[in-house]
């Protein structure tokens, strides 16, 4: 077999994390644009707490934004994050994202103040949470490196979770950094 043979059947890793980025910002922009044009019909799948049809939000929360403005401070830190997050395989990425997305939701849920709390914020936070930690516990050079540039670009990320505004799902931030947290402390230090 040919090298452009297996470089056509087994497509760069990077090319594959591109693509999955990719992906998610067509995904999220697209929920974005359906939600703009009918008035942000869709925000009544947020995340409500206590409220037992809300918790249709636990998963549907996360990929909802209240304004172009929300949305737009979110996908940019989203893409970014998923990145890096890919430098830890696609199945420690989908089963992190899983994970920190259900025990945020179930956690805001349960205690978050009574309001529609949406946005991928959380799953941002969730991300800061992980590798924030999970270089530092896996070990591995690359993987500290990229802990570190975490702490050093998205640092200020952590005073999002002090309740500062009424419209801001502090909850959500402080969940999710918790939630990734977690994830870090129980998937890190296995990372091939």
């Given at each position: ?5 297996l ?7 990077l ?42 939000g ?9 304004s ?9 830190p ?14 420690r990425?989908?089963?992190v ?8 939701g ?36 690359k ?25 801001v799902?502090w ?22």
């Amino acid at each position: 077999m040919n090298s452009k043979t297996l470089t056509s059947r087994h497509p760069s890793r990077l090319s594959q994390q591109l693509k999955t980025v990719g992906i998610i910002f067509i995904v999220i922009t697209a929920i974005e644009i359906i939600n703009l044009l009918t008035g942000r019909m869709l925000n009544h799948f947020g995340n409500i707490p206590r409220y037992i049809p809300g918790l249709v939000g636990v998963l549907t929360g996360p990929f909802l934004h209240g304004s172009v403005s929300h949305y737009l401070s979110n996908i940019i830190p989203l893409c970014v994050l998923s990145f890096l997050m890919l430098q830890y395989g696609n199945k420690r990425f989908f089963g992190v994202t899983f994970f920190c997305i259900v025990l945020t939701g179930l956690l805001v849920w349960l205690f978050g103040r009574s309001a529609s709390h949406i946005g991928a914020s959380s799953v941002i936070y969730s991300y800061f949470g992980f590798l924030l930690l999970a270089g530092f516990l896996s070990r591995k050079f690359k993987l500290i490196i990229i802990s570190l540039l975490v702490a050093f670009f998205y640092g200020g990320l952590i005073f999002g979770v002090l309740p500062a505004r009424t419209f801001v799902s502090w909850e959500g931030h402080l969940f999710g950094f918790i939630s990734g947290l977690i994830a870090a402390r129980l998937w890190a230090k296995n990372v091939h």
